[in-house]
């Protein structure tokens, strides 16, 4: 582990390749899995201005769940987590013309018709933050479903720090993601990726 600022980042993610492959996976991490996605108290709100934008283009099954729990819910854990369909899909997934999974609030905001792109935690995927007593754990998620993505990749020479260069910058600053940077040369010259 390095310590950037607050964080503490695993060498995994330095190691690790990774590039969302969707052709192939289809979206499924928005609907695999046994609870939503993790959401910090301050995105509530985003979620609920995002929800008349999108309201329309949810399933119904989903615009039930949002009616009878709200647009969150406390998982097992006790985790602040996004609703879910079936005990599986994210209320705000939908599927395109391809049958690929999206995300509604993402599709929206491409269109420019949310200022909100998602929550941190889909952003940074597959980066998992945790809490290490004052320090934010930045660790590399492995999942099978994401299989795909790790050979894609390998193949393209991407690894996890560069391809979530954006959410980590959104999340922790440029200056942070810069220094992030220096460390991933330090370990190159090191020989350690």
């Given amino acids: 582990m390095v310590l950037i600022g607050d964080a503490i980042v695993s060498f995994a993610m330095f190691q690790e390749y990774f590039c969302c492959n ?8 928005c609907v695999e899995g046994d609870a939503g996605a993790p959401v910090a108290m301050d995105e509530v709100e985003k979620l609920e201005e995002a929800l008349p934008i999108i309201e329309h283009e949810m399933t119904p099954e989903a615009r039930a769940v949002v009616e009878a729990q ?5 998982d097992r854990d006790g985790d602040l987590v996004t ?14 013309e391809k049958g690929c999974c999206i995300c509604l609030i993402e599709k929206a905001y491409n269109e420019g018709r949310t200022a909100w792109r998602k929550p941190i935690s889909c952003y940074l995927y597959p980066a ?9 754990a930045v660790n590399f998620h492995k999942w099978d479903v994401c299989r795909t993505a790790q050979v894609l990749g390998r193949r393209k020479g991407i690894r996890a720090y560069e391809f979530l260069k954006e959410p980590l910058i959104e999340r922790f600053g440029k200056e942070w ?17």
């Fill in 22 to 29: 969707p052709s192939h996976c289809k979206g499924i991490c």
């Fill in 70 to 74: 709200g647009v969150v819910y406390c």
């Fill in 83 to 96: 609703s879910i369909v079936n005990g599986k899909d994210c209320v705000f997934a939908s599927r395109d």
């Fill in 128 to 136: 998992r933050l945790g809490k290490t007593g004052d320090l934010t």
């Fill in 177 to 193: 993601y810069d220094e992030l940077l220096t460390v991933a040369e330090e370990l190159k010259k090191q020989n350690m990726l």
